[in-house]
């Protein structure tokens, strides 16, 4: 029977989990580095409306983001509650609209300026007034590529 | 005194902190792909002639203050509004070179000529709800897509994917350079047989 016996009586020996940081850090790497993170903080409410007959946006680097909505509630004593437009990181007016049309287009590569398309991430209960002076001024810069950033959704979920 | 060399540091806890970071970073990532309606502005200089439209090609869609639906004088709901566009659309009521050999529509008429000639106008409030707009957005750009559908696979029985389908491969990076070129002239010609004219006034200020 001794010849079954185990040696020491001892347990397995133990896995070793030496390799398991470097695999964690592996997947941890991975997602830092495909993360994107958003480039600017929103300061208004923004619940976009839902459609279903969407089509993707263009890649990131020909698109500028225009943001409007109520200021959210932590702006809300200093801005008030009416819908404003939020460009980059602060509050704007309707005529900064187009200044920052041109900056932003003027930042961007040579061959990328005609094919910019403007994304509009408005807030769903916005009235129609501040989106429309806000296409009157893309159009005074001939900032034509528009794009309604939307859910994707039925749109009966705007009807309430 | 003995000589004692100094004790390992025990590095099973590295795991722990590397999964904390990990876990934060799976929370915080948000791999967003943004979508929605795509539309161009017209261009700011004024028309000096404007062509001479017949009211028969122009399909009015006016959205009060209240959200109420107004369709060629009409009190409608929103989901009429596809229907009646495709109705519009596809009626195909020209005759002689007007005419229109592909529409399946009634042939009112006094509704469109052809599809490349009916015009969707949409007029909006100050007022109207950005949700409400882009929800009569939808249903009038899924007119069009369903028009479109369905001439693409008329056209194109083998290639297995509606119009929508296609000129979302299309726009697709991954797609080859190849397949591009082939899908390119078929889109073009659907595109042409049921051209988006959609019009936006200006809105009304009161």
Do not use: H, W
Not at chain 1, 17 to 39: E, G, H, K, Y
């Amino acid at each position: 029977m001794s010849k079954f016996k185990k040696k020491k009586g001892g347990d397995l020996p133990a896995i070793s989990t030496a390799s398991l940081p470097d695999i964690v850090f592996m997947l941890l790497f991975f997602f830092m580095v495909a993360t994107v993170m958003r480039d600017s903080t929103l300061m208004v409410n923004n619940s976009l409306p839902a459609a279903d007959q969407v089509q993707k946006l263009d890649k990131k680097d020909r698109v500028m983001y225009i943001y409007a909505g109520k200021p959210s509630s932590r702006y809300e004593d200093k801005y008030g509650s009416t819908a404003r437009i939020q460009l980059n990181d602060k509050f704007a007016v309707v005529e900064e609209v187009g200044a920052f049309v041109l900056a932003e287009r003027a930042a961007k590569r040579q061959e990328l300026q005609n094919v910019l398309t403007t994304a509009l991430k408005v807030d769903g209960d916005t009235k129609m007034g501040l989106v429309s002076d806000i296409k009157q001024e893309l159009r005074k810069v001939n900032a034509l590529k528009l794009n309604y950033t939307t859910r994707i959704g039925d749109y009966t979920q705007n009807i309430n | 005194m003995a000589k004692r060399s100094a004790p390992e540091v025990n590095a099973g806890s590295m795991a722990d902190i590397a999964f904390l970071l990990l876990i934060f970073f799976l929370v915080t990532t948000t791999i967003e792909t943004d979508s929605g309606l795509n539309r161009k502005l017209p261009p700011m200089e004024e028309v000096i002639d404007p062509p001479i439209i017949r009211q028969k090609n122009i399909f009015t869609v006016v959205v009060n203050k209240n959200n109420q639906l107004l369709i060629e004088e009409e009190l409608k709901d929103i989901s009429d509004v596809r229907s009646l566009a495709i109705e519009f659309l596809d009626n195909g009521g020209g005759t002689g070179e007007d005419s229109c050999d592909y529409c399946q529509g009634k042939k009112n008429p006094s509704s469109s000529d052809n599809p490349d000639k009916a015009i969707i106008s949409l007029k909006n409030d100050r007022e109207t709800s950005y949700k409400v707009y882009i929800a009569v957005q939808n249903e009038l750009v899924a007119a069009y897509n369903e028009l479109r559908n369905r001439e693409y696979l008329r056209l194109n029985p083998m290639s297995g994917m509606n119009f929508v389908q296609a000129n979302s491969r299309y726009a697709d990076p991954r797609t080859s350079p190849a397949e591009k070129e082939k899908l390119k002239p078929q889109l073009n010609i659907v595109k042409l047989m049921y051209p988006q004219k959609l019009s936006e006034a200006e809105p009304n200020k009161n």
